[in-house]
């Protein structure tokens, strides 16, 4: 087990060793018995091999409640769950006492209500899997869609790349559009001011002011 929850149910305090002495009968603290601990360790490590199954889905992740329900663990009919255990832990009677008498008192109640510990831990164990399965359905979503919304990323970016790719090349036709139209212009103009040149020579000897312009080609923008 990696989780120490149930701390408070057993004593992991090693026993006196041989050589000191011994308390008498009459002093002597009640021992836990020597399997005690093992035993929780066995009935976790049962009830951990036991994936959750989650029959409905979790309406409201952020509710526990909701979780355990989907889940199907329910309170049992006497109520004591871990979280009652958890609830007497920290009540104004007990929760500044010492962690051995904590223990009794919870181990006392719950042999007064004719509850069994082990039910105790399979229901905290229940519960504490139903969150670590729920806690790898939720990463498991989130990596799918961590993955889907990738590759439609990916998607859309090829489809702006394409288009970037169209548009400029539309680009440059036009402005080559442009440029081929305004050589031709120009061309044009030196053509035209060749023309004029020629008929102001022509009637250059029948007049005293000649009115054909020669003006030298305008520059287009």
């Known amino acids: 087990m990696d989780k120490k929850w ?6 992991f305090e090693a026993q006196e060793s041989a050589g000191a002495p011994e308390k008498s009968e009459t002093n002597k603290p009640p021992l836990e018995p020597a399997s005690a601990a093992q035993t929780v360790a066995q009935i976790a490590a049962t009830v ?17 409640d909701d979780i355990y329900k989907a889940a199907e663990i329910r309170s049992p009919a006497h109520g004591f769950t871990i979280f009652k255990i958890a609830d007497m832990l920290i009540s104004e009677h007990i929760r500044k006492l010492p962690t051995e008498v904590k223990r ?62 169209e548009h ?35 009637i250059a000897p ?8 020669t003006n030298a080609p305008r520059k287009t923008p």
């Open 48 to 64: 951990k091999a036991i994936e959750p199954k989650f029959t409905t889905p979790v309406s409201n992740p952020s509710s526990f």
């Open 168 to 202: 400029q090349a539309k680009i440059q036709l036009n402005n080559d559009q442009l440029a081929k139209q305004k050589d031709q212009f120009a061309k044009w103009c030196l053509q035209k001011q060749q023309e004029e040149q020629r008929i102001a020579d022509a």
């Open 6 to 11: 149930y701390n408070y149910f057993v004593s």
């Open 104 to 165: 009794s008192s919870v181990l006392l109640a719950l042999e007064t209500a004719g509850v069994k510990l082990q039910e105790i831990i399979e229901d905290a164990v229940r519960r504490d899997r139903a969150l670590d399965t729920f806690e790898s359905i939720q990463k498991r979503s989130l990596e799918q869609l961590e993955s889907q919304k990738k590759n439609e990323n990916l998607s859309i970016q090829a489809e702006i790349d394409r288009l970037v790719k």
């Open 206 to 213: 029948f007049v005293t002011e000649n009115l054909i312009s």
